[in-house]
């Protein structure tokens, strides 16, 4: 849960303190199935070169986009369209749909970018010195 001073102020002003649920350090961890059996999510980007989760190929990818050339997409791309152009279809099964799932009930092929990740629709912010 997030931990702030605003947001301890925000609780206690609607005088919620009674219902504040706090996670088991258990539930840290996350685990998808690939292949039959349980594997760790990795929760750290080093964790990604180890991972089964995901192909050397994907990988590779995962490490080559920043170098990728621009590419132009539909103007309200659905958010497996957009992940699997820059990713691949590995990357939408196992870990956009499982994160959309769970933060959306909802279908990556059908949830629009615009609306659910407003960010990644935007111009990149040209750096200022």
């Known amino acids: ?7 301890d102020a925000l609780i206690a002003g609607l005088g919620l303190q009674a219902e504040r649920r706090y996670a088991a350090p258990a539930a840290k961890n996350r685990y998808l199935v690939r292949g039959g059996r ?17 192909s050397l190929r994907t990988k590779l990818r995962i ?8 590419r132009m997409r539909a103007p309200d791309a659905s958010v497996a369209a957009l992940v699997r152009d ?7 099964d196992y870990a956009i749909n499982p994160l ?3 933060i959306y009930a909802g279908d990556p092929e059908k949830l629009s970018t615009k609306h659910a990740f407003p960010s990644c629709g935007r111009p990149p912010k040209r750096m200022v010195r």
């Not at 490490?63 to 621009?70: C, I, S």
């Open 1 to 7: 849960m997030l931990e702030s001073p605003a947001f």
């Open 38 to 54: 349980l594997v760790p999510v990795p929760m750290a980007p080093l964790g990604l070169v180890s991972t089964p989760l995901f």
């Open 63 to 70: 490490l080559a986009e920043p170098f990728a050339r621009a």
């Open 86 to 92: 820059h990713f691949g279809q590995e990357i939408v």
């Open 100 to 102: 959309v799932a769970g």
